[in-house]
């Protein structure tokens, strides 16, 4: 009849131990493969890039060892100038009051209107020539109309 008196492990017939081996072997590869997809735990807050403000106090250093503040300055006067300009479809050079009511209605204070139409170059003034070009970009960046609130 070909069955053998056996006992234990003995009597399972050999491939099915062969295939339960195989079985575990699988198993075992299984959870290493696991593990490693896994991989160690994360941290609880994402990783922000360095600071911008090394950046910042670089270039202000470098605008403080210049003799001459307002020509460093007045490309970015000229470049807000055209965003305003540019907003309304009005010629950038068509005066002070079209530029200062296009730009209120912008959200620009009264403060950094007074320093991108002006021409001196104080710190106060390159300060707010500075606020008011990161607050035009952050309005057109977010899609905003550039309202100021109402």
Not at 57 to 81: C, F, H, K, S, W
Request: aromatic share 4%.
């Amino acid at each position: 009849h070909g069955y053998v008196d056996g006992q234990g492990v003995a009597a399972i017939p050999a491939g099915w131990r062969w295939t339960m081996a195989g079985l575990v072997l699988a198993a075992l590869v299984w959870m290493v493969s696991r593990g490693r997809r896994l991989g160690p735990a994360t941290t609880g807050a994402r990783e922000l890039p360095p600071p911008r403000r090394l950046y910042v106090e670089a270039v202000a250093a470098t605008l403080a060892r210049t003799d001459r503040p307002a020509d460093a300055v007045e490309p970015v006067r000229t470049a807000i100038r055209l965003r305003l300009a540019g907003r309304a479809g009005y010629d950038p050079l068509a005066g002070e009051r079209p530029l200062r009511e296009i730009g209120l209605r912008a959200g620009l204070t009264p403060e950094e209107l007074d320093a991108v139409l002006g021409e001196g170059g104080s710190p106060e003034e390159v300060l707010a020539v500075g606020r008011a070009l990161a607050r035009l970009s952050s309005t057109t960046a977010t899609g905003g109309s550039g309202a100021g609130p109402a």
